[in-house]
């Protein structure tokens, strides 16, 4: 079984942690791990030793493949590939199941799981996977079918036919929409339907040949797309030209809700799609007074509040049920009965063109990553963390300077023509239009302050060189 | 008439703004202005060329003196009384009553203010000035009182006698003490009763008169602590031997309530004592949801609310009557109707020892002030702002190590025995151990980003050998 993780979307519910360019799956959640890690776990327990092939942006690639690697991913293990643009599930599933009928072969079952859901009972959802797994190999495409607790009106549902004979699952008479809460009421109540959780279990084969009679157009583009692919490396940059021919469009509407061999496993395994903050704050504990923290907080006359600091102090005073996520750049202060409506406040940043709906304070880059400390009209103030072994790219500024201090380890300099190491409580000064580099070749992380100074620090004052992460 | 400025007390309910090392005389309003700012211009506008005296701390000292020069301030029209310690409003004026007898002569009135007041209508405010005026020349200790618009409790009340023939005042019945709702009701309905402003006018022989009919214990010490100053000199630091001896204790208590010869004067002039975020509110204009912003914003589903922003972003969603200050390291959120408890937050800050209940993240010094971008295990970035022609210390630091990149004018730097400028753009490193002074010597401000590096970044590793302060 090949485990496919799905790993996209920008969760903007869940803004101001949850950003563009640091989404969701990587949010870390109460234990200190995040729903990207716990997935790869989910994964690796179900694969064995078989690779785990994740579908993702070039965006999120090195941040994701080093997670992996963290949690003891070989270079086998992991398969990546890249899509050049979101075009939803089912051109991904499409791709991802090309990959698999040619490198594992037709009949292999293919597990899908979003990387951005939770679930907390492991062992449960490991039986669950088996008895998917047995209905894959009888011709099924199977999903998993939570049993619902409440009237939820944010997910889809399933209506369940009879029982498949030998096994746990059964036949899928229906998958409807997003309910209205009356309709999801009497839903609840008449004990036939699931939430649909968007994860599935089927052969490569089956899949593509479900494709063939329901979505040939999405398969058309996606065995396209295979075929102007060099299929052998890791990752697979999918070409845009012509990827983006593919519809976009969800594997229930394009496949699931035509097919006539769909089935579903119920499945009680703590599944959440952890889609709201209120659904983050359900994972800690609270207190007497129903009030739940993370960070440094100082909570008077307040209940039922959910406060997740960062590195700043948080102070409620009288407050019911309220929600407050702090971050360098923004704090979000909300009813906890509105924490679904956390995405407008990204769509009007957007509309304003505002980058904290898409930046954080700390951005993640193939070498490591960025914090900005201050950003001024006369100076801009970074700490740079620079991963052991890589490189930033040769370059040069146009407008801005940089003073360096190295506070921790050993950094390789190269300053026009000269290369020179910098350990810490050492720096350099790098001036205007001078080519340099920066890397570290130790073991451990490289620090650095960097201190920018000129009349504009935007980030598109670069021009590169060389660069080993393709970006020159 | 001397205008005397009494400038102490934290205003912690206006925490995290106010905090003691910056308190609340010095908070920038809705229109730019502190109430420092604002109470220096009122005394200057009945002072005429006469000099001000204001009484505070040594720690306000030089932010104060730099506040009232920017306003124009010459150098014999402010004042200055620095107590070592807080002891309530009856010792500062007594103290101030000595000066006025000694350097202006006993007959001369006092126009008492607190710093942190507001008054809205300076030309309402000037009349009631005159009256009072009027009340002191006739051997009467005039207060303020102000018409209550609402039963409120956070205020003593002032009951009316007779009217004063030929003045604009009235004898006054009783001061009575902050009352309870029910009470404070009453008072209002009775139409008897003032607002105690804490806002007086007499005469400085009239006062020390009454000092010595009523509480002489404080008379006594404060002529002590007269006799021990200097008298010529500004400021007047007064020796914590013998001050400390005085009671602590406020004037209304100590004298005014005991005295036979107390006068009210009516005002309506838009006074506030801007006890409460929700007074500060409603400085500025509501949008059509009852909305009131400073700073960057974005409200969904919101209303009532108050938002004070600093650099970054606050967003709400689904609030009803919200206060949210946010600050460089910390934020508070509280609802409006709560806003007097607001205190009880730096009360359980300052139980756990943490900074916050004290200090914000830009300290003001007699120079200039820092700011802290970056507190980390590693080191600790400063943005420094040296005034002109200020200096700081010559010192040096047994545990760190300084890089100094200047961002804006002109420094001059001690390194050792060595002497340079330090322009915009340039650098240079303070090795530990090493005697080193940083100077402002143009006319527009220093701005340096200073990078810490070592182990060890606390305040109290600084040795000073000469200070232009007096803190060597």
Chains 1, 2 share one sequence.
């Not at 052991?388 to 380890?409: F, I, N, Y």
Request: some cysteine; glycine content about 8%.
């Amino acid at each position: 079984m090949v485990p496919l993780i799905l790993s996209g979307g920008a969760g903007t519910r869940l803004w101001p942690v949850s950003r563009r360019a640091h989404p969701k799956p990587f949010m870390q959640l109460a234990d200190g791990q995040s729903l990207a890690e716990k997935t790869w776990l989910r994964a690796r327990s179900v694969a064995g030793d078989a690779p785990i092939l994740t579908v993702t942006s070039r965006d999120y690639y090195f941040y994701t493949r080093d997670l992996y690697e963290k949690l003891g991913a070989g270079p086998d293990q992991s398969r990546f590939l890249l899509e050049p643009m979101g075009r939803n599930t089912a051109p991904a599933i499409a791709l991802a199941a090309l990959w698999v009928r040619d490198h594992v072969g037709p009949g292999a079952s293919m597990l899908v799981m979003p990387a951005d859901h939770l679930i907390r009972d492991t062992a449960a959802f490991e039986e669950a996977v088996r008895a998917a797994h047995e209905l894959a190999g009888q011709g099924q495409l199977a999903t998993f079918g939570m049993h619902p607790t409440h009237p939820e009106t944010g997910f889809g549902y399933i209506r369940q036919g009879p029982a498949i004979e030998g096994t746990q699952g059964y036949q899928v008479d229906a998958f409807v929409e997003k309910p209205d809460l009356d309709t999801a009421k009497a839903y609840l109540a008449s004990g036939d339907y699931f939430w649909n959780s968007g994860m599935f279990c089927f052969t490569a084969e089956v899949l593509l040949a479900a494709m063939a009679e329901h979505a040939p157009e999405v398969l058309a583009a996606a065995e396209v797309t295979w075929q102007a692919t060099a299929t052998e490396a890791t990752p697979v940059e999918l070409p845009a030209e012509p990827f983006s021919r593919c519809p976009s469009i969800s594997i229930d509407y394009a496949v699931m809700e035509n097919a006539g061999n769909a089935a579903v496993v119920p499945g009680d395994f703590g599944w959440s799609d952890i889609g709201s903050w209120k659904a983050i704050s359900e994972l800690y504990q609270s207190d007497d007074a129903g009030n739940r923290v993370r960070g440094k907080a100082v909570l008077v006359d307040s209940r039922g509040c959910f406060v997740q600091g960062d590195q700043r102090l948080v102070a409620a005073v009288g407050l019911e049920d309220v929600v407050i996520v702090d971050t360098g750049d923004a704090v979000l202060v909300a009813h906890r009965d509105q924490a679904q409506d956390v995405g407008q406040v990204v769509r009007q940043l957007t509309e304003l063109e505002d980058e904290a709906a898409i930046y954080h304070q700390t951005v993640h880059r193939p070498w490591g990553s960025y914090t900005i400390l201050e950003d001024a009209e006369d100076c801009k103030v970074k700490r740079l963390v620079v991963k052991p072994g890589q490189v930033l790219s040769l370059q040069l500024h146009h407008q801005r300077a940089e003073h360096w201090t190295v506070v921790q380890g050993t950094a390789k300099v190269r300053l026009g023509d000269e290369e020179f190491l910098l350990e810490a409580n050492q720096s350099t000064y790098i001036p205007v239009e001078t080519l340099h580099r920066l890397e570290n070749p130790g073991t451990e992380d490289v620090h650095l302050i960097e201190v920018q100074t000129g009349a504009y620090f935007g980030e598109d004052d670069i021009e590169r060189f060389e660069d080993i992460y393709g970006r020159a």
